[in-house]
């Protein structure tokens, strides 16, 4: 006999449970950050509007859900960008009028929202402010008047700016723009810009033609590929999803450090719309 009772078994058993459990937990949290990254990556993801180029229908500090699965997958639509995938996997073309989140040209590595305009083989020319598709004027509907404040480094005509409790907000016009296959939306034009009017545009194999709904305020495929100034034609590739609907908005009044001012300074009304 060496001298190891049952009851020092049993003293001895309970000194592996604390581990057994740290194992337990580091499993779990492994298997759901895996569930995560696999549900981020091939089904839905959240997005921010950081900017004004999609106004009047999509304002800063908008929260959106992004379907991953609407066009098919590349490496675009992986954290990271991680070169996993080679083209596109169960490709899918937008639709005229999507509204899609890519990797922006030419460096192919920041996040961008913009609408879909152009698809492959399209020619694309703006008269006016109005989209020429294909030889044919996109319908444009007057939609009344806006107010809006001035974003830093936005412009604005003098005959539209007003003052309201001591800030200059501008006036701007706003226009109902359909598609064909129906799909319609709101556009704002805040004035005369050279954007305005542009040469023909024939969009290339595998490639889009990407607008701002702020037609006045849009790095878009309007102006060359060149970082702070345009994005060109966008490849199919570059796709990362669809913009589906709202599930957060707020203001930007919120401090982390006052939770209260959580509620205080989220746009209920604007929450769960489909997009």
Known sequence: ????????????????????????????L?????????????AFAPFMI?????????????????????YGWSRHSLPFSVPILSGRAFAALPARGDIAVFKAPP???QDYIKRVIGLPGDTIQIRGGQIILNGV?????????GIAPIAPGEGCPAAMQLSRGGIVQCRYRRFRET????????????GTTAADDTALFTVPAGHLFMMGDNRDNSADSRFPAVPGQGIGYVPVDNLVGRAQFLFFSTDGSASWLLPW???SAARWHRIGGAL
């Open 107 to 109: 460096l192919n590595r």
């Open 1 to 28: 006999m060496d001298g190891t009772t049952p009851q020092h078994l049993a003293d001895a058993a309970p000194a592996q449970a604390p581990r057994s459990e740290w194992r337990q937990t580091i499993g779990f």
């Open 50 to 70: 950081p900017s004004a180029s999609m106004m009047p229908g999509l304002l800063v500090g908008d929260y959106l859900i992004v379907s991953k699965f609407s």
């Open 137 to 145: 004027a996109v319908p444009q509907q007057a939609a009344g008047d």
């Open 261 to 263: 001012t959580w509620v």
């Open 179 to 190: 598609m064909p296959g129906g799909k319609t939306y709101i556009v704002m034009d805040r």
């Open 30 to 42: 492994l298997k759901l950050a895996i569930i995560f990254t696999a549900l981020r990556s091939f």
